[in-house]
């Protein structure tokens, strides 16, 4: 057998090392598992599978995980997924969203994970569980009296005839 060389080991210990900072498996343990082991991925794919005759909005469903969630999740194999990583996309995505999306996709992960549960494509426990959802305000503050819709109706008058309409309908 020939020896190896330096460069290539190097190489070698590169490529473990960025897998490991993007927090993946290096490649040598990651070739060895994925014949038997899942990502996120395989199950949201399966999931949507399953419910494209029956989920009237699952091409919606489909591209909004694609473009927000497959990034944070889908290359993680299920068994490695934790509350904490569920905690940290739900961080991650409260960031940028409402707390109303934030809980739909929490609620999207939860139902991928009982879907996989229920056809056996998953043996673990449902890292979703017992997260705790963003509270959702969607109240609205108050409506205008009718000494104030006068009062702005009064303001328009002077504004274009189209502005005045959209408000006085």
């Known amino acids: ?15 473990i090392m960025v897998s490991l900072r ?8 990651a070739n060895g598992k994925k014949k038997h082991e899942k990502t996120f991925d395989n ?10 005759l029956i989920n009237k909005s ?8 694609e473009s927000q969630l497959k990034p944070l999740i889908g290359n993680k194999y299920t068994t490695q997924i934790t509350k904490s990583d569920i905690e940290k996309i739900q ?8 707390p109303k999306t934030v809980s739909l996709y ?19 426990v449902n890292p979703v569980q017992g ?29 274009e005839e189209s502005t005045y309409l959209f408000y006085s309908l």
């Not at 961080?91 to 409402?98: G, H, I, P, Q």
């Not at 999207?108 to 056809?119: D, E, G, M, R, Y």
Request: net charge positive.
């Open 58 to 65: 699952n091409h919606k469903q489909k591209a909004r995980y």
């Open 1 to 15: 057998m020939r020896g190896l060389r330096e460069n290539y080991c190097n190489q070698k210990r590169k490529e």
């Open 22 to 29: 993007i927090g993946e498996l290096p490649p040598i343990l």
């Open 106 to 124: 929490l609620q999207f992960i939860n139902t991928v994970f009982n879907h996989a549960i229920s056809k056996e494509l998953f043996s673990g």
């Open 43 to 52: 199950l949201a794919q399966a999931y949507f599978e399953d419910k494209e």
């Open 131 to 159: 997260i705790q959802e963003q509270k959702v305000d969607n109240k609205r503050e108050r409506f205008l009296t009718v000494e104030e819709v006068k009062k702005l109706l009064d303001a328009l008058e002077d504004q």
């Open 91 to 98: 961080k991650e995505l409260a960031k940028t969203r409402a």
